[in-house]
C-alpha cells in the first residue's frame, strides 16, 4: 500500500509512551517468529518476542529493539506494549557482545536456571545481531 | 525589652531560613512537575494492561474456563507475608513518612499479635532510620529509589516478589505507601498486591462493542504472561505515586515553613522598632537629665 500512512503505532513501556505516529507498515517479532502489519489486520492480541521492530513510514524506515511484552492490533491502532524498547542505533556491539559472553559464562544447574539462560543468551543474540546489522 | 542588636541577630537567622525554606519550595514544585508528568506517561501502561486483560477475559468466560494464576490465588493459609514500606530519603516533607510508618507501624503490631510472620522491607533513608530506632527489625532496605524510579529497578523487586510468591515462601505482599489521589489530596494507605485481588479495574470494565481478536498464542497463554506484567506495572505505579507525593508533601510543607517565616520577620520587626524606640528615648531622657543637672 504505498502513499498513506495508514496505520497508528503506538509504542509503550512501563515508563513512558515512546512512539505514537502514523506508519505504513510494520514488522515485530512474535513469540514464536517475526510478524507483519499491513493496514486492514483483523484484530489480533499477541505476545511478543524478542528482537528487531521495523517500522516502515512515509519518512523511511526506523528499526527499534524490543524486549517483550504484548500487541494489540484494533482498527488501524496497533499497540505494542513492551518491557524496553531502544534504537537499534544506540546498541553497542560492544555492549551486546559483552552481555552475551557474560550469560555464555553462566553456569546453570537447575531446570528455571537453564531456560533463563537460553532466554538472555537469546536476547543478548539478538541485540548483537541487530548492533552489528545497523551499525554495517 | 530585649536589646535592638540581639534583635537584629534573630531577624536576620529568620531571613535566611526563609531563603532555604523558599528555594526548597520551588525546587519541589520543579520536581513535582517531572514526577507528574513520568505518572501520567506511566499510567498509559497500566491502562493498557488493563485493556487487553478485559479484552482476555471476555472470550475466556465465553469460551467457559475460569482463568486461574498462581499470582492471583489465595493461598490456603496466610502464614509469612512481607510489607514493603516506602518512604522518602530526604526529611522536610510534612507528614509524609509520619504518615506512612504509622500505617506500618500498625500493621507490624497486627502480625505480631497473630503470631504471623512478617518480612519487612523498606524503601528510603527515613524508614530506615525509623525501624533502626524502633530496633524492628528489616529484612531489605534500599535507598536507590529516589525521585524518579526506573522501572528496570522496580523490576527486579518485582521479579523476587513473584518468585517468592509462586514458590509458596510468602503467602502475602503488602505495600505501605501514600497514594496519589488528586493534587491536593493524597493519603497514606496499605495495598495488598499479592495475591492480585482483581485484574481489572472498574474503568476497564465497560468496554465498548465487543471484538473478535485473534490471539497469538492462545488467550490462556498470553494471561500466563499479562498477569506478572500488571503485577510489576503496579508495584511500579506504587513507587511512582510515591514519588509524587512526596515532592507535593514537601511543597506543602515548605510554603507553609516559608509563611511562617514571614509572619515571624514580621512580629521580629515590630519589636526591632518599638526596642530601637525605646532605646532612643531612654537616651533623651538621659541627655535631659544629664543637661538639668548641670543647670
Given at each position: 500500500m504505498a502513499g498513506g500512512d495508514k496505520l497508528r503505532l503506538i509504542v509503550v513501556t512501563p515508563e513512558r509512551t515512546l512512539l505514537d505516529e502514523p506508519v505504513a507498515a510494520l514488522r515485530f517479532p512474535l513469540y514464536d517468529g517475526d510478524i507483519g502489519i499491513l493496514p486492514g489486520r483483523i484484530p489480533l492480541v499477541g505476545r511478543l518476542g524478542t528482537g528487531e521492530l521495523r517500522i516502515t513510514a512515509a519518512a523511511g524506515a526506523t528499526s527499534y529493539f524490543i524486549d517483550g511484552g504484548f500487541a494489540q492490533v484494533l482498527g488501524s491502532t496497533v499497540t505494542l506494549l513492551t518491557n524496553r524498547a531502544v534504537?537499534?542505533?544506540?546498541?553497542s556491539a560492544a555492549d551486546a557482545e559483552k552481555q552475551l559472553a557474560e550469560v555464555l559464562a553462566r553456569v546453570a544447574k537447575t531446570d528455571e536456571e537453564t531456560t533463563a539462560k537460553q532466554v538472555d543468551q537469546q536476547r543478548a543474540r539478538k541485540m548483537l545481531n541487530l548492533a552489528q546489522k545497523s551499525n554495517s | 525589652m530585649a536589646k535592638a542588636r540581639a534583635i537584629i541577630k534573630r531577624l536576620k537567622a529568620v531571613r535566611n531560613v526563609r531563603k532555604i525554606t523558599r528555594t526548597m519550595e520551588l525546587v519541589a514544585t520543579a520536581r513535582f512537575k517531572k514526577a507528574m508528568d513520568r505518572a501520567t506517561q506511566a499510567a498509559a501502561y497500566t491502562r493498557k494492561i488493563s485493556e487487553i486483560v478485559s479484552d482476555l477475559s471476555n472470550t475466556d468466560q465465553e469460551k467457559g474456563g475460569a482463568f486461574t494464576h498462581p499470582l492471583l490465588q489465595q493461598h490456603p493459609a496466610e502464614k509469612k507475608s512481607i510489607l514493603l514500606v516506602i518512604t522518602s530519603?530526604?526529611?522536610?516533607?510534612?507528614?509524609y513518612n509520619g504518615g506512612v510508618l504509622r500505617l506500618a507501624q500498625g500493621r507490624i503490631r497486627q502480625a505480631k499479635a497473630d503470631q504471623l510472620p512478617l518480612e519487612i522491607e523498606v524503601s528510603g533513608k527515613r524508614g530506615i532510620g525509623f525501624f533502626k530506632f524502633q530496633k524492628i527489625e528489616t529484612t531489605a532496605s534500599y535507598t536507590?529509589?529516589?525521585?524518579k524510579p526506573s522501572f528496570e529497578e522496580v523490576d527486579v523487586l518485582a521479579r523476587r516478589f513473584v518468585q517468592l510468591f509462586v514458590s509458596g515462601e510468602i503467602d502475602r505482599l503488602d505495600v505501605s505507601y501514600t497514594k496519589f489521589e488528586t493534587m491536593s489530596r493524597q493519603k497514606s494507605v496499605i495495598e495488598t498486591?499479592?495475591?492480585?485481588?482483581?485484574?481489572?479495574?472498574a474503568e476497564s470494565e465497560k468496554t465498548g462493542p465487543k471484538v473478535e481478536y485473534e490471539f497469538l498464542p492462545s488467550p490462556r497463554e498470553i494471561l500466563e504472561e499479562l498477569v506478572p506484567a500488571s503485577f510489576k506495572a503496579r508495584l511500579y505505579k506504587c513507587f511512582l505515586d510515591a514519588a509524587v507525593s512526596e515532592q507535593i508533601a514537601r511543597m506543602v510543607a515548605m510554603k507553609s515553613a516559608t509563611d511562617n517565616a514571614d509572619e515571624m520577620i514580621r512580629t521580629i520587626r515590630a519589636q526591632y522598632n518599638r526596642a530601637r524606640q525605646s532605646q532612643i528615648t531612654s537616651e533623651l531622657s538621659e541627655i535631659i537629665g544629664g543637661a538639668a543637672a548641670l543647670e
Open positions: 534504537p537499534s542505533k544506540e546498541i | 530519603n530526604r526529611g522536610l516533607c510534612g507528614g536507590h529509589f529516589e525521585d498486591l499479592l495475591p492480585i485481588g482483581k485484574l481489572t479495574t
